[in-house]
């Protein structure tokens, strides 16, 4: 069995297919960063901030002056449209992991899953010879070096980064909020009548339910329907609807685009190859379609022998797939809903699932006084960080100990911090986030289940009604009005 | 043929669409749906029922003030003084509910669609600054009106009047070592009768330029002037309005409701009662009303005026708001909790005894415990309406999500 792993995975593949990917995953990059500097994000995420909340096992990271911002992300688009032209792809895709991740690493509140994914894909594509085919390196370096074919494991492990997003994306959505009451869809989508054309359906309650289940089967079954050959080319066209369709709803940024890009690498491995010639039967065209219509290298050639340098990048896939499998899943040890707790929320592709809503205030008390004062998150947060706190138990810790700090610095060595965090998950009633009782001051931030966050509610969500007019409510109510 | 039928199938789904979508038609863009209308049904309750009145009445309060205070600088007397305080309280009264509705003309200038930054000239606070006022009172640089139109909003408007007519004191407020008071610039004015004309005769000239931002005010949203704001407002998402979608008008009444966020629960209460940003255990030289001792009342009128918002008008009555909205969404019980947590928070700060500063010198622990009751509806606010309505908190740097 393995050995017909081994071979399968060193069968020679169409280049194009990669080369693609390449060129289309390089220009999001470019896209994502001079976008980033055309809305002013530079000043408002990394130079209006006083402070920055940290990720676990990163708290070095820290944000160069606004002006170094400002070059490093325009060095990001020009690495971006280097991979893309696969110019020095190694050193740009090395650069450009580091790079992106670093920007990504400042503050997790601008922590969001498709940049992770940008993160992960630049990481794999250090490894991967994506530049040996139709790029500014295979031209410079001749056609010795060049490649039309590349193995079928290159392909399988991309296949496998990105369809393990839309299978925990799918498992996500495997939740009673989202498929018995529509929760947050029926929200969202009663907010967005305004919409042309399909605006006056989506205050409908079952259109809540239609999109909730039919985001789920999207998710957990576009994989299997893009890996079987008879479905490939209707699951794709179906992709394309599904991320148009809630990138035209939802503000998701470049998600849509991202996925819709990185999904390629399921097609025919020859795509480009095809649709130069249909492009070319359609509209007429070069005859180097023609000429470039089947690579002249064979694709069946000899496996290498699993020994040395080969086997050890074959151990550093597995771990590679076993830790993206695992990374996920690991908010089940955690128990409860991980919508509320957040202990494993990041990196497990939990994309768009909840609408939670926090108000937070700090109470601090010190040896000094025998009155609590409150510290306004607003004290230290620009708007954006305090909404993405308020509903973080991890962040509004942190800001628990810089307000402990920050007493200490002034001269209060036995500060006591508790908060009043409320939170609405998917429109329910607001109810403590955090225990009031606990003195966070004296909570150590770890990956350990957190006894301090109290339990999420039970009840089931509430179920939005389109409105009606509410002038005949308003008279109603009148009439109802004893004199 | 194959494109054939994809073409089909294509128009014959859009006109399906186009179909089903019909009947929620009127007046708005092909295919919106009815929160859409009921998001615009809001708006313009809020725009009939609470700012055009609220307008109406703030402009013939500017109107009575000025008239007051003209009177009072062409004799200072004390009669005279009192009438125009008397005119100053019903003013500020009014103000005090109007001051939650920065949106549009009244709100900031490139930050509130639609912003003339009105709000600034006719009150300022917190940035209020005394000795500005007291420099220009010296310098009679108040004389020159077109002047005076173009100051710093720090020496207009009511928070100025409210100190030139309710400060006793004949001295200045600027600090000893500033060239001001080396220089002797206000003993040059003279006696306190001096000080005291002086005082009116500035007083005159802010009363009239704030009639003027009033008027401003009234003229921008009065209905019967084309190009009123009122139709830009309560049109949202069409195409005479500022806002592109019903949704995004909505917001930008939610954003200007969180006034009572920040400044009347924080700055307005909290500060004053030493529960934040204050070094000592209480702050009441802080609190908004230094002069008139109106602190209380403003407070009370933000709820008020934060709850007639919420009703769209009168929240006894049939006029709708927010609370029909969440209503007709079935989420009568939210909005029915809310309504009632307002009426306890206004009735908590109400019923403080004496002043804001009498309360926070006499009874701390009552400031205390009505700041806990005033912060449950914001709270509510904040978490569930929002969430449910699905709007986005004031200035929210615009990022993407996932």
Redesign the interface.
């Known amino acids: 069995m393995l050995n017909r792993v081994w071979t399968g995975a060193h069968q020679r593949v169409d280049a194009a297919g990669l080369a693609a990917f390449r060129i289309m995953i390089g220009l999001v990059f470019a896209l994502s960063a001079f976008r980033f500097l055309a809305?002013g994000?530079v000043e408002?995420?990394f130079v209006q901030p006083d402070v920055f909340f940290s990720y676990w096992g990163f708290e070095w990271v820290r944000p160069l002056p606004g002006w170094a911002m400002t070059m490093l992300l325009w060095a990001i688009g020009l690495l971006g449209l280097m991979v893309a032209a696969g110019a020095f792809y190694r050193v740009a895709t090395v650069l450009l992991f580091v790079t992106f991740t670093y920007v990504e690493l400042i503050d997790v509140t601008?922590y969001?899953?498709?940049y992770y994914l940008l993160s992960l894909l630049a990481f794999l594509m250090a490894f991967l010879p994506l530049h040996r085919y139709a790029s500014v390196d295979a031209w410079r370096r001749g056609t010795g070096w060049a490649r039309a074919r590349l193995p079928a494991w290159v392909v399988w492990l991309l296949m496998f980064q990105v369809g393990t997003v839309y299978v925990y994306a799918g498992l996500a959505k495997a939740t009673g909020d989202w498929l018995l009451h529509a929760q947050p869809l029926n929200?969202?989508l009663?907010?967005?009548?305004?919409?042309?054309?399909?605006?006056?359906?989506?205050?409908q309650l079952w259109v809540a339910y239609a999109f909730s289940w039919a985001g789920f089967l999207h998710d957990l079954l576009i994989v299997p329907l893009l890996l079987w050959r008879r479905t490939r080319m209707w699951a794709y066209g179906l992709l394309l609807l599904f991320h148009v369709t809630v990138g035209a709803l939802?503000?998701?940024?470049?998600?849509p685009v991202i996925m819709a890009s990185a999904a390629t690498v399921f097609l025919d491995p020859d795509w480009p190859r095809r649709l130069g010639r249909r492009a070319r039967a359609l509209v007429g065209g070069p005859a180097a379609f023609e000429a470039a219509a089947a690579p002249p290298e064979p694709a069946r050639t000899a496996p290498p022998r699993c020994v040395g340098w080969a086997r050890l990048g074959a151990i550093a896939v597995a771990v590679w797939c076993a830790v993206q499998v695992a990374m996920p899943l690991r908010a089940q040890l955690y128990g409860g809903d991980v919508l509320w707790h957040e202990q494993g929320m990041r990196w497990s592709w939990r994309?768009?699932v909840r609408?939670?809503?926090?108000?937070v205030?700090y109470r601090v008390k010190t040896a000094a006084?025998e009155?609590e004062?409150?510290?306004?998150p607003?004290?230290y947060l620009?708007?954006?960080q305090?909404?993405e706190m308020s509903g973080q138990p991890d962040l509004i810790l942190q800001l628990a100990h810089l307000i402990r700090d920050a007493y200490r610095a002034d001269g209060y060595p036995d500060v006591e911090v508790r908060v009043d965090a409320?939170?609405?998950l998917?429109?329910?009633?607001?109810t403590h986030l955090i225990d009031p009782s606990v003195d966070l001051a004296r909570v150590d931030d770890g990956i350990a289940p957190a006894a301090w966050i109290l339990p999420g509610p039970t009840e089931a969500p509430?179920?939005?009604?389109?409105?009606?007019?509410?002038?005949d409510?308003?008279?109603a109510?009148?009439s109802e009005?004893p004199r | 043929m194959k494109i054939f039928i994809a073409t089909r199938t294509l128009w014959l789904t859009?006109a399906t669409?186009?179909l089903?979508?019909?009947?929620?038609?009127k007046d708005a863009?092909?295919?919106?749906?009815?929160?859409?209308?009921?998001h615009r049904?809001?708006l313009a309750?809020v725009a009939d029922h609470v700012i055009i009145p609220l307008a109406q009445q703030f402009v013939a309060s500017a109107e009575e003030l000025h008239v007051a205070v003209t009177a009072y600088a062409g004799s200072p007397t004390a009669d005279n003084l009192e009438a125009s305080r008397a005119r100053w309280i019903a003013t500020i009264t009014s103000w005090q509910q109007l001051e939650l509705l920065q949106v549009g003309p009244a709100g900031l200038m490139g930050v509130v669609a639609g912003g003339e930054s009105l709000r600034d000239a006719i009150y300022s606070w917190p940035v209020v600054n005394t000795c500005r006022v007291d420099q220009e009172t010296a310098r009679e640089g108040y004389a020159d009106s077109a002047a005076l139109q173009i100051a710093l909003p720090n020496v207009r408007g009511l928070d100025a009047l409210e100190y030139l007519l309710f400060n006793d004191d004949a001295g200045h407020t600027c600090s000893t070592g500033s060239t001001f008071a080396t220089e002797g610039e206000w003993e040059a004015i003279g006696d306190q009768a001096a000080v005291v004309q002086r005082r009116a005769s500035h007083a005159m000239a802010v009363a009239a330029d704030l009639l003027r931002s009033a008027t401003q005010l009234w003229q921008a949203w009065d209905p019967a002037n084309s190009g009123s704001f009122r139709d830009r407002f309560a049109n949202a998402?069409q195409d005479t309005s500022v806002y592109?979608?019903?949704?995004e008008g909505l917001n930008a009444l939610s954003d200007a409701m969180f006034y009572v966020e920040?400044e009347t629960k924080?700055m307005k209460l909290?500060v004053p009662a030493?529960?934040?940003?204050?070094a000592a255990?209480a702050c009441p030289q802080d609190r908004e009303s230094l002069y008139a001792g109106l602190s209380k009342e403003h407070i009370v009128a933000n709820l008020e005026g934060f709850r007639r918002i919420f009703a769209?008008g009168d929240p006894?009555?049939?006029?709708?708001g927010l609370d029909?909205?969440l209503?007709?969404?079935?989420?009568g019980e939210?909005a029915t909790r809310l309504d009632a947590e307002l009426i306890a928070a206004a009735a908590a700060v109400q019923d403080l005894q004496g002043t804001l500063l009498e309360a926070v010198t006499n009874a701390p622990q009552s400031v205390l415990a009505a700041y806990d009751v005033v912060?449950i509806p914001?709270?509510?606010f904040?978490?569930?309406v929002?969430?449910?309505?699905?709007?986005e908190?004031?200035?929210?740097?615009?990022?993407?999500?996932?």
């Open positions: 809305n994000w408002r995420f601008n969001l899953n498709h929200i969202w009663s907010a967005r009548t305004d919409t042309p054309l399909i605006g006056g359906l989506l205050d939802l503000n998701i940024g470049l998600f994309v768009v609408e939670k809503n926090g108000v205030s006084t009155r004062r409150r510290v306004q607003s004290r620009t708007e954006h305090e909404r409320l939170a609405s998917n429109g329910r009633r607001a509430p179920q939005l009604r389109p409105a009606r007019r509410l002038a409510l308003a008279a109510k009148k009005t | 859009a669409v186009g089903i979508a019909t009947p929620a038609c863009p092909i295919g919106e749906g009815a929160n859409a209308d009921a049904e809001v309750s998402g592109a979608t019903a949704q920040q924080d909290a030493g529960l934040i940003d204050c255990d769209g006894d009555g049939a006029t709708v029909d909205l209503e007709s969404m079935g989420q939210l912060r914001i709270q509510t904040r978490t569930e929002l969430s449910v309505l699905d709007l908190l004031p200035q929210r740097a615009e990022g993407d999500n996932d």
